[in-house]
Structure formats: C-alpha cells, structure tokens
C-alpha cells in the first residue's frame, strides 16, 4: 500500500504554514498523529523548539 495520498493529504494541510509565519505566529501544530493515521505521534513548534 502506498503512502502517497496520506502524504499527499498532509501536504495539503499544510499549505496555510507560510500565512502563519507571515503572521508572526510562532506556535501551532504540525502534525496530529490521531488525524494523521498515526495515533500517538503529535509535533508542535513553539518558537524555534519542537515538541514531538
């Protein structure tokens, strides 16, 4: 089975990151592993920090 539409989708999701930088938000998550197929796995980014 291939991972290209899950990749696809998550790419997808992301599209808004650069709005947000230009907002000067600098916490948010990057990925919801519940959401994402991979339950357990969460990232956020808190400034210059990641958070896995």
């Known amino acids: ?3 290209a539409p899950l990749l696809a989708a998550a790419l997808d999701a992301r599209r808004s990151l650069p709005r947000l930088h230009a907002e000067q938000t600098d916490a948010y998550r990057l990925f919801h ?3 994402e197929g991979h339950p357990g796995l969460t990232i956020d980014r808190y400034g210059e ?3 896995v």
């Open 1 to 3: 089975m291939s991972d």
């Open 33 to 35: 592993g519940s959401v």
């Open 49 to 51: 920090l990641l958070l």
